[in-house]
């Protein structure tokens, strides 16, 4: 089994991003008169605290481990450990204990 981590465009695309759209969009609402005086700020407060938790770490993607099926050898992709999942060449289950992937038995 081998953890590999998240890239930076996957970690910036969590929150960083979300935050961005969401502040533009507050900024152009707030244009708007009566109605966008009041959402555009709540639009922009929002995407403030989606930054700091985004700084924080509470978007940070998990990191993923990849090894071999063990039913069939193809290269699979596994949760974190405890985790069931399914060999995309194979379609056989697999579990995900002690840093390696087990047969599932039907």
Partial sequence: MKKTDPGRFEMFAGGGLA??????????MSVVPVIGWIVGPGL????GLIAIGHV??????KPS???H?????APAAAGDPGSVGMCEACHSGFAH?????WKLEA
Wanted: glycine letters at 12%; proline letters at 3%; a neutral charge.
């Fill in 19 to 28: 935050a961005v759209v969401i502040f533009s969009v507050g900024v152009f």
């Fill in 44 to 47: 922009m407060i929002t995407a």
């Fill in 56 to 61: 924080v770490g509470i978007f940070r993607a």
């Fill in 65 to 67: 481990y990849t090894g």
């Fill in 69 to 73: 099926c063990p039913n069939c050898g």
């Fill in 97 to 101: 204990h002690d840093n390696q992937l």
